[in-house]
């Protein structure tokens, strides 16, 4: 763990495709260690070849190797399958009331599109983690909702993707025009959801994305 701390120190410095000049003094302040930690630790890593280091007079040079920036890739991969796209992790808030009048003006779309009636309103999660519902929904294909024109009015397309709350069916849907801002989900489904699952404002949900 520390290595890997002292890596993204290193390429925050900009040692990714040229050597940058470091001192053990600033880099064990940057790391909050001692200046004999970190000489252990880059000659580890020059060791297993994930960086490049190079001493000239009093000067030390450092930079990523190739096989250290494919060591980083690796772990950004895999940490961003474990924390992003899966799910999100919220706190029930309350709407402006508007939910429940789009959700009836889309209700015959919406059970076409994602084949349940749904509960004429909107279940609202600020969203805790990550840090928008576009960082969970980035990768997943969306079901668009066709807008329409009705008593005048035009009504704009809606991008909806499907979820799951406590083994319940839902989806957040992002109307093309929208008052929320991107940390806000509205979610529907074909029950009230505050009801089934006993929630208020401010209780913590987790939502799953289905892909």
Same mark, same amino acid.
Request: proline share 5%; glycine share 10%; aromatic share 8%.
């Given at each position: ?21 470091? %001192? ?10 001692s ?19 190079? %001493? ?39 709407g402006?009331?508007?939910?429940? /009048? /789009? ?9 076409? /599109? ?7 309103? %909107? ?9 928008t ?20 009015? %035009? ?5 909806? /993707? ?50």
């Amino acid at each position: 763990m520390e290595e890997l701390k002292l890596m993204i120190t290193l390429a925050k410095k900009g040692a990714v495709g040229e050597k940058i000049k470091v %001192t053990l003094r600033e880099l064990s302040r940057e790391v909050d260690s001692s200046p004999q930690s970190v000489m252990r630790r880059l000659n580890s890593l020059e060791k297993k070849g994930y960086i490049v280091k190079e %001493t000239l007079g009093k000067r030390t040079f450092v930079e990523i190797s190739h096989h250290g920036l494919q060591f980083l890739e690796s772990i950004f991969e895999d940490i961003g399958k474990i924390l992003y796209g899966n799910y999100i992790l919220g706190e029930v808030v309350s709407g402006v009331g508007e939910g429940r /009048y /789009y959700v009836e003006q889309y209700k015959d779309r919406i059970k076409e /599109y994602l084949g349940f009636e749904p509960y004429p309103g %909107t279940l609202n999660i600020l969203v805790v983690f990550p840090k928008t519902i576009y960082d969970a929904l980035y990768n997943v294909e969306p079901i668009i909702i066709p807008g329409f024109s009705k008593g005048g009015r %035009t009504f704009g397309d809606v991008k909806a /993707y499907k979820v799951m709350i406590n083994g319940i069916s839902g989806a957040i849907v992002v109307p093309s025009r929208t008052i929320h801002p991107p940390r806000v989900a509205e979610i529907i489904a074909p029950i009230c959801l505050r009801e089934k699952l006993n929630l208020k404002d401010g209780s913590k949900v987790k939502v799953e994305v289905i892909k």
